[in-house]
């Protein structure tokens, strides 16, 4: 099983800064079958990036994904009011899928 | 626009089975995968498996001896059971289209194991 490590746990930031999110494999990823999600309280989480580096639609440009095998990031290059949410990424290469435990974005 | 819901008790006693039906709205079943995601309250998401239009399935092993996924395409439905509950399968289940990179959700439903 490929366990997903996501660091920070909490991110405390301000409007308009940048969010580094920082999601790590305990295996290499096959093909970059890596997924970002946004989650706010009370909803399901919101497709945000699949790919490792692909928008899903109706994503804003503001995020972006990349990396490759193990070590993989999400960007959110100014952070809106709306942003501030728990962040999952999902690694769906290899059975089992599995998440990482999550990052939570929080206003400073 | 693709919808999914659950639907089913939100109260389950121990020992019993979890039965959810998932009702896919504005598209066609066929041609997917559909897969079941559960959250326990205030912790993280968590893959229970999946199934093909055509009824191939794939468990997570750590629930897979209790799980079973199944689907009525007549219905445009599929289904989770999962047996013996316990406190620990407390959760938001969230049905989801695709096996990963999911980009449909259901609302999800709070279902409470508890005497």
């Known amino acids: 099983e490929i366990v997903l490590t996501q660091s920070p746990g909490t991110l405390s930031l301000s409007p308009g800064e940048r969010a580094t999110l920082s999601c790590r494999a305990s295996q290499s990823v096959s093909s970059s079958y890596l997924a970002w999600y946004q989650q706010k309280p009370g909803q399901a989480p919101r497709l945000l990036i699949y790919g490792a580096s692909s928008r899903a639609t109706g994503i804003p440009d503001r995020f972006s994904g990349s990396g490759s095998g193990t070590d993989f990031t999400l960007t959110i290059s100014r952070l809106e009011p709306e942003d501030f949410a728990v962040y999952y990424c999902?690694?769906?290469?290899?059975?089992?899928?599995?998440f990482g435990p999550g990052t939570k974005v929080d206003i400073k | 626009q693709v919808q999914l819901q659950e639907s089913g008790p939100g109260l389950v006693k121990p020992s019993e089975t979890l039965s959810l039906t998932c009702t896919v709205s504005g598209g066609s079943i066929s041609s997917y995968y559909w897969s079941w995601i559960r959250q326990p309250p205030g912790k993280g998401l968590e893959w229970i498996g999946y199934i093909y239009y055509s009824g191939s399935t794939n468990y997570n092993p750590s629930l897979k001896s209790r799980v079973t996924i199944s689907v009525d395409t007549s219905k445009n439905q599929f289904s989770l059971k999962l047996s013996s509950v316990t406190a620990a399968d407390t959760a938001v289940y969230y049905c989801?289209?695709?096996?990963?990179?999911?980009?449909?959700w259901g609302q999800g439903t709070l279902v409470t194991v508890s005497s």
């Open positions: 989801a289209r695709e096996v990963g990179a999911s980009g449909y």
């Open positions: 999902q690694q769906y290469g290899s059975s089992p899928l599995t």
